[in-house]
Nanobody
Framework: VQLQASGGGLVQPGGSLRLSCAASGSILSINAMGWYRQAPGKERELVATINSGRSTNYGDSVKGRFTVARDNAKSTLTLQMNTLKTEDTAVYYC??????????????WGKGTLVTVSS
């Protein structure tokens, strides 16, 4: 199973950016999916998660600014980021709990995509 994230880049404060993540491989179904981020010198933190029923959970620092969504048929995950702040600068990682044939649900991580918010 691979998770391929894309959409990172440089954006000015107050701007918007959209991240995407595509899951591929031998997948029966995907339970929870989510985005996490890690800023330089800090621990990885929750940005947003969404389960298969599309219930969402957001980190306090992004509530009201970021929106997570998924397409179950395409095994894709998106993160719409609005009103970006310099403190949103981080590497953003895609995460998915994947069910494969004959295996327990397994946690997978993408390689990350860098988001830089700077003027």
């Amino acid at each position: 199973v691979q998770l391929q994230a894309s959409g990172g880049g440089l954006v000015q404060p107050g701007g918007s950016l959209r991240l995407s993540c595509a899951a591929s491989g031998s997948i029966l179904s995907i339970n929870a999916m989510g985005w996490y981020r890690q800023a330089p010198g800090k621990e990885r933190e929750l940005v947003a998660t969404i389960n298969s029923g599309r219930s969402t959970n957001y980190g306090d620092s992004v509530k009201g600014r970021f929106t997570v969504a998924r397409d179950n048929a395409k095994s894709t995950l998106t993160l719409q980021m609005n009103t970006l702040k310099t403190e949103d600068t981080a590497v953003y990682y895609c995460n998915a709990v994947v069910l494969r044939a004959g295996l327990w649900p397994t946690n997978y991580w993408g390689k990350g995509t860098l988001v830089t918010v700077s003027s």
